[in-house]
């Protein structure tokens, strides 16, 4: 079973900067190989949207309302996944979630969020 961990959220102006990270984990035997690693994010009220993917050869893909702003990254041997947030809005306010999807089973893992909060 595979865990992921993110952390980095917080509270920033607006303008401001975030780095989040997702760390995945597994407590019983070995970690399988992990195939696509992502962001999402749900605001209140909201539906769940992607803000971003990276493919295990480092092909990345955004959401629309990214506008160049995120940069999604991710280290295959530490099985950790980035996602540096630049030029944060207020409607960027939401809680983030890491999500992978394992090569070989195609099991779907979800982190538990952590929260980002952009002040006007």
Do not use: H
């Amino acid at each position: 079973q595979v865990q992921l961990a993110e952390s980095g959220g917080g509270l920033v102006q607006s303008g401001g900067s975030l780095r989040l990270s997702c760390a995945a984990s597994t407590t019983s035997g070995s970690m399988p190989p992990l195939g696509v690693m992502g962001w999402y994010r749900q605001a209140p009220g909201k539906e769940r949207e992607l803000v971003a993917t990276i493919t295990r050869r480092s092909n990345s893909d955004y959401g629309d309302f990214v506008n160049g702003r995120f940069t999604i990254s991710r280290d295959n041997a530490k099985n950790t996944v980035y996602l540096q947030m630049n030029s944060l809005k207020p409607e960027d306010t939401a809680v983030y979630y890491c999500n992978t999807i394992s090569w070989y089973a195609k099991n779907d893992y979800w982190g538990q969020g952590t929260q980002v909060t952009v002040s006007s």
